[in-house]
């Protein structure tokens, strides 16, 4: 089974602290996706990785957020000032491939909780 | 942007019962549709996939039926049991790399 590792599992932050999650994405996949997901709702799309280069993320990521993939094996999501709201599953994904072939693989998140 | 809505948003079935769980799009270039099962816990599974040039595909219990003209997938599930309990989520996609999810589907199974 395809593996992709999110590290921790559980991370509690006060306002307005910086918080850091990790992802080691399956071998071999060359894109990387982080979602949101807010009380096992629909997942909230934050950024796009295609051999370690952002190709896509939305305005709130670009704003507070810092996500990079300094190596294929190695992704990290940060908030640099934590808000209330951004209380939530952060869910890592991988795949191997171009464009959208392949499936998509998920780990099983970090859930961050910010007091 | 792609827009998938998902019914019911929960239904309770007892073990052994049919479900259908429904999926719509809005983006008419979308062309693969993958649906994921999320169990209390654990990560999201893949469980079943369609393309636009398909009508029907099915994977043991699980049918997948899809409708280009209407933008409608359904996800029929048979015989249920006490493990299909969890969220299901339809998503779609276009020709490029990004999935957008449902809004999810919450089955229990009574057993």
């Known amino acids: 089974d395809a593996a992709v590792t999110q590290k921790p599992r559980y991370l509690i932050k006060m306002k307005g602290q910086e918080a850091e999650m990790k992802c080691i994405p399956e071998?071999?996949?060359?894109?990387v996706f982080w979602y949101q997901q807010k009380q096992s709702k629909e997942l909230k799309f934050l950024i796009y990785?295609?051999?370690?280069?952002?190709?896509?993320q939305i305005d709130m990521v670009k704003e507070r957020f810092s996500a990079v993939c300094p190596s294929s094996s190695l992704c990290s999501l940060g908030i640099r000032t934590c808000e209330a709201e951004d209380s939530a599953l952060y869910l890592c994904?991988?795949?191997?491939?171009?464009?959208?072939?392949?499936?998509?693989?998920f780990g099983a998140g970090t859930r961050l909780s910010v007091l | 942007g792609e827009q998938v809505e998902q019914l019911p948003s929960s239904l309770i079935v007892q073990e052994g019962a049919s479900v259908l769980i429904n999926c719509s799009y809005t983006?008419?270039?979308?062309?693969?549709f993958p649906w994921y099962k999320q169990e209390p816990g654990k990560r999201l599974q893949f469980i079943i996939d369609?393309?636009?040039?398909?009508e029907r595909k099915q994977n043991q219990r699980l049918t997948l039926l899809f409708d280009k003209k209407t933008k409608h997938l359904s996800l029929h599930i048979t015989a249920t049991q006490p493990g299909d309990s969890a969220i299901y989520f339809c998503?779609?996609?276009?020709?490029?790399?990004?999935?957008?999810f449902g809004t999810g589907t919450s089955l229990l199974v009574d057993p």
């Open positions: 990785f295609q051999n370690q280069q952002p190709l896509d």
């Open positions: 994904s991988s795949r191997e491939g171009l464009g959208g072939q392949g499936t998509l693989y």
């Open positions: 983006d008419s270039a979308s062309v693969y």
């Open positions: 071998k071999g996949h060359t894109a």
């Open positions: 369609i393309r636009s040039n398909m």
């Open positions: 998503s779609a996609r276009n020709m490029g790399y990004k999935l957008t």
